[in-house]
């Protein structure tokens, strides 16, 4: 828990001077997640947002990002509410469509912002075809990792630059610790990372760090159960008469089911489904006894929530339109309880 760290002289340390800077805890954290990912580095943050904040801040005045329509709420807040009033701009596509990609670059281009799968409709884009087309282009590319986790995705095998994640969710696991890590393979991004991580100062403390080592040692665990009790959830509320469309990737009637099949190793714990209108949507999560109506994914307990009013109420309503996050969709983050129990449960609320 050491802010400081006594030297043995001026300018001579011991790897650690300021905790800011380097603490042994976080890199201990940092070399766990790296190794998670396959990556040479690792930087951890103090959230999700801490880290996309420091990786945004390599990009200039002008420089133009393309990404992702179906995107975590909090990501289009950054992009559209803070970093354009610095000169930056932004391009909204269906990355899932490699040719939209393609189409909405210019030479200004400096990076594809990719979620796979997406937050909330769990589109997959094709990780490796992207980074093909932004790459000739001089551009790099980035992946929010966090619904797929390092256990059963890994970008930076795909062609990606550099992986995200909110590692509150399942990388922590328990809904006690927000973080945030950021991964690559390149010696000189890193540096540069490396330097804003510590001019930025969006670090985490070392019992966060602690935290969230001790969530890592359940991650297989956790997401292979938390995988297989979502797809037996998705192919009950396909069948259910109530349920108007069901967003996982693990359904045959997914449209990238392919391609998740290839990228993935199982489909994760996400599913997102639509019901006829606002006023259902309300009524059922209201009904839910062992769903918890709540923000936020990824651990033991399973979670219910409406995007439309909560995790993605910053996005204007014409872009969630656009985008087809609709007033009647409902996103859950299936935990590791019974499944016949999780199932049961909806279907008295959809009842």
């Known amino acids: ?24 805890t ?18 951890a943050f103090s959230s999700g947002l801490g880290a996309e904040t420091t990786l945004m801040l390599l990009l200039n005045p002008g420089d133009h990002v393309v990404y992702m329509e179906d995107v975590y709420g909090g990501t289009f807040r950054l992009f559209d509410k803070v970093l354009k009033r ?7 596509v269906d990355a899932s469509d490699v040719d939209q990609v393609e189409a909405a670059m210019t030479d200004k281009t400096r990076m594809v912002w990719l979620e796979s799968p997406t937050n909330p409709l769990l589109r997959v884009v094709d990780i490796d075809a992207v980074s093909e087309v932004a790459h000739s282009r001089g551009a790099m ?5 966090t619904f ?33 890590a950021m991964m690559t393979n390149s ?38 159960r938390q995988s297989e009790n979502a797809l037996e959830i998705a192919s009950a509320l396909a069948r259910h008469k109530a349920v108007k469309r069901v967003f996982y ?26 019901v006829a209108d606002e006023a259902t949507a309300f009524r059922t999560l209201e009904r839910l006894k062992i769903f918890a109506l709540a923000e936020s994914l990824g651990a033991v307990e399973s979670l219910a929530e409406h995007p439309a009013r909560m995790t993605h109420a910053s996005i204007p309503a014409s872009e969630r339109q656009r985008a ?9 983050s299936v935990g590791v309880e019974d499944v016949a129990d999780l199932i049961a449960d909806l279907e008295n609320a959809l009842s």
């Open 324 to 332: 087809g996050v609709g007033d009647g969709l409902i996103r859950l």
């Open 141 to 145: 590319v980035c992946v929010d990792n």
């Open 249 to 274: 990737p693990g359904l045959d009637a997914h449209p990238n089911r392919a391609i998740a099949g290839r990228q993935m190793r199982m489909f994760g714990g996400m599913v997102s489904f639509e």
């Open 86 to 92: 610095f000169g930056m701009t932004f391009t909204a």
């Open 26 to 43: 976080r890199n201990a954290l940092e070399e766990c997640l790296a190794a998670l990912e396959d990556a040479r580095h690792c930087l």
């Open 148 to 180: 797929a986790t390092p256990y059963l995705q890994q970008p930076l095998h795909l062609g990606a630059d550099v992986v995200v994640h909110s590692s509150t969710k399942y990388i922590g696991g328990h809904s006690d610790v927000v973080g945030g």
């Open 187 to 224: 010696d000189e991004l890193e540096k540069q990372l490396r330097f804003h991580q510590n001019a930025v100062g969006a670090v985490p403390s070392p019992f966060d760090c602690w935290l969230l080592l001790r969530g890592v040692k359940t991650l297989a665990l956790r997401v292979e």
């Open 1 to 24: 828990m050491a802010t400081t760290f006594a030297q043995q002289g001026v300018g001579e340390h011991k790897g650690f001077e300021y905790s800011r800077t380097g603490n042994p």
